[in-house]
């Protein structure tokens, strides 16, 4: 059977089983895979399209964006963010929502400057809360300050600022 001779018995046989006849397996393979492929994909979901919103994450976190075109790479896409970067993604990386299509501005490095008519109109912009909180702390003294075996220095946390670690007691 392996090479396409019959069994050897001592039954008789029709003459037409006495010819040799050489059987290709590659073609039974694949139809066989085929109908194989069949069955397994029934189930399939429809993968991304063009102009598809979706949430993309980046640097741990989600923004929102539109697909642009599918990249030659397997489940990969090329997608437009709302902050005006194009970015490459793979497909878990995607979230198809059902929100409105994002104005996805084109991506500037730096701000334009402004054409103001008077320069002495032009006020410095006030501080950002977050850099103000974080000047305004109090750092303890270097004497206080640590190092870990590694060299690293251990800071003592924010709360503890006006507490003197040494003392006991808090700072006036």
Same mark, same amino acid.
């Given at each position: ?116 008519? +008077?320069? *002495? #109109?032009?006020?410095? $912009? @006030?501080? =950002?809360? %977050?850099? /103000? +909180?974080? *000047? #305004?702390?109090?750092? $303890? @003294?270097? =004497?206080? %300050?640590? /190092? ?25």
């Amino acid at each position: 059977m392996l090479f396409s001779r019959s069994l050897r018995t001592k039954l008789p046989l029709a003459a037409e089983h006495l010819i040799l006849a050489v059987v290709s397996p590659r073609g039974q393979l694949r139809q066989r895979q085929e109908q194989y492929k069949k069955y397994f994909d029934r189930k399939t979901k429809a993968l991304l399209h063009s102009d598809d919103v979706v949430r993309v994450k980046h640097h741990s976190e989600w923004l929102r964006g539109r697909v642009i075109r599918p990249h030659d790479a397997p489940r990969s896409y090329v997608v437009e963010c709302e902050e005006g970067s194009t970015l490459r993604r793979n497909r878990r990386d995607l979230i198809e929502t059902a929100e409105e299509t994002p104005v996805c501005a084109p991506f500037i490095d730096e701000p334009p400057p402004t054409q103001d008519a +008077s320069p *002495s #109109s032009s006020s410095p $912009p @006030p501080p =950002s809360p %977050l850099l /103000t +909180s974080s *000047s #305004s702390a109090v750092r $303890p @003294p270097l =004497s206080i %300050l640590k /190092t870990t075996s590694r060299g690293r220095v251990a800071q003592q946390p924010v709360r503890f600022a006006d507490y003197d670690m040494s003392a006991g007691r808090r700072r006036k």
